[in-house]
């Protein structure tokens, strides 16, 4: 067992009551991918907008796989193993990621990536005893080789546990002895919202680039060459990020792709996602253009601007 810290704890989300000592959520689909070979480092550099050349022993490293035009392909967790680099990408996108990064390597690159996503779970532990709790669960031969990680509040709720698949029952069964909660994903994602997380298949995607949905953090700006490069340097530049996700507050529901509307009648963004939550009611995160992303900006969400319902740019996070 081993702590890989790197990340504080401010502006993590208030815990809900019902939280509270802690609540805990298995993440479906995680993906954890072992880089092998003496290239790994160069070849991540290249594809990737974070320096790896930062990743240290017991510091989780944070960096985007972009397209060729810097769009959002994964954003990946990389964590410096013994002769590898650990890498865990987001829920449902470990497949799609693996293709693209063999496809990458040239026949001269001294790398192997490999897919050990099925003897791995991954758990969200939510609370002020996070890290205690992940501490005490990391014990035990069945945990051999378990890990926990403090993330950035953009990427988690809280601590990030890996470990082994066969250690599941045991770690849920000792959670629910010392009184922490299971969060249902309908519950995890009000209070993803409500925190202003990306999140994949809504902001983390193909449709963004790292830069419009507050990914700044792993983008470094005096690296090499890599996939997408000159476009992002022109966003930094230039100035040319021209929509940012911030939080919205809805008037009533509205369904993600919803389209935003300013009161001079332009097009203003679009809903990415959507939650009612129990706490701050109809609240959601959207990709708005400047500069009606300026908090407190009031505009309307429909179909067009005369049948749209008010709707108010809000800063993140809700809680």
Same mark, same amino acid.
């Given at each position: 067992?081993?702590?890989?810290?790197?990340?504080?704890?401010?502006?993590?989300?208030?815990?809900?009551?019902?939280?509270?000592?802690?609540?805990?959520?298995?993440?479906?689909?995680?993906?954890?991918?072992?880089?092998?070979?003496?290239?790994?480092?160069?070849?991540?550099?290249?594809?990737?907008?974070?320096?790896?050349?930062?990743?240290?022993?017991?510091?989780?490293?944070?960096?985007?796989?972009?397209?060729?035009?810097?769009?959002?392909?994964?954003?990946?967790?990389?964590?410096?193993?013994?002769?590898?680099?650990?890498?865990?990408?987001?829920?449902?996108?470990?497949?799609?990621?693996?293709?693209?990064?063999?496809?990458?390597?040239?026949?001269?690159?001294?790398?192997?990536?490999?897919?050990?996503?099925?003897?791995?779970?991954?758990?969200?532990?939510?609370?002020?005893?996070?890290?205690?709790?992940?501490?005490?669960?990391?014990?035990?031969?069945?945990?051999?080789?378990?890990?926990?990680?403090?993330?950035?509040?953009?990427?988690?709720?809280?601590?990030?546990?890996?470990?082994?698949?066969?250690?599941?029952?045991?770690?849920?069964?000792?959670?629910?002895?010392?009184?922490? !909660?299971?969060? $249902?994903?309908?519950?995890?994602?009000?209070? =993803?919202?409500? *925190?202003?997380?990306? +999140?994949?298949?809504? &902001? #983390?995607?193909?449709?963004?680039?790292?830069?419009?949905?507050?990914?700044?953090?792993?983008?470094?700006?005096?690296?090499?060459?890599?996939?997408?490069?000159?476009?992002?340097?022109?966003?930094?530049?230039?100035?040319?990020?021209?929509?940012?996700?911030?939080? !919205?507050?809805? $008037?009533?529901?509205?369904?993600?792709?919803? =389209?935003?509307? *300013?009161?001079?009648? +332009?097009?203003?963004? &679009? #809903?990415?996602?959507?939650?009612?939550?129990?706490?701050?009611?109809?609240?959601?995160?959207?990709?708005?253009?400047?500069?009606?992303?300026?908090?407190?900006?009031?505009?309307?969400?429909?179909?067009?601007?005369?049948?749209?319902?008010?709707?108010?740019?809000?800063?993140?996070?809700?809680?």
């Amino acid at each position: 067992m081993n702590e890989q810290q790197g990340f504080s704890e401010r502006n993590r989300a208030e815990t809900p009551a019902r939280l509270k000592p802690g609540g805990f959520y298995f993440l479906p689909d995680g993906g954890w991918l072992r880089i092998q070979g003496e290239d790994r480092a160069a070849f991540l550099q290249r594809q990737t907008t974070n320096d790896v050349g930062l990743l240290q022993v017991g510091r989780p490293l944070v960096t985007v796989l972009t397209s060729p035009t810097a769009r959002i392909i994964d954003v990946l967790i990389l964590l410096h193993e013994e002769n590898e680099i650990g890498v865990i990408t987001l829920p449902g996108y470990v497949e799609k990621t693996v293709r693209f990064l063999r496809g990458r390597i040239f026949f001269m690159d001294k790398v192997t990536v490999i897919d050990d996503s099925a003897n791995w779970a991954q758990m969200e532990l939510i609370g002020e005893q996070a890290s205690e709790m992940a501490a005490a669960l990391c014990v035990g031969k069945e945990f051999e080789g378990a890990r926990y990680l403090s993330l950035p509040p953009t990427l988690s709720l809280g601590y990030r546990l890996l470990l082994p698949r066969q250690a599941v029952p045991v770690a849920r069964s000792a959670l629910a002895a010392a009184g922490w !909660v299971e969060i $249902s994903t309908e519950e995890r994602h009000i209070l =993803r919202v409500e *925190a202003g997380l990306p +999140a994949p298949h809504s &902001e #983390l995607t193909e449709e963004y680039t790292p830069l419009e949905v507050g990914l700044q953090f792993a983008v470094s700006s005096t690296k090499g060459c890599y996939t997408g490069q000159e476009v992002i340097a022109r966003q930094i530049t230039y100035d040319k990020v021209t929509r940012r996700l911030g939080g !919205v507050r809805l $008037s009533a529901p509205a369904p993600v792709g919803a =389209r935003l509307w *300013a009161e001079d009648g +332009a097009f203003a963004g &679009e #809903l990415t996602s959507f939650a009612q939550s129990p706490r701050f009611g109809a609240i959601g995160l959207a990709v708005i253009k400047r500069p009606y992303d300026e908090t407190g900006t009031k505009l309307q969400i429909g179909e067009n601007l005369e049948t749209g319902a008010p709707a108010l740019v809000t800063p993140l996070p809700f809680a």
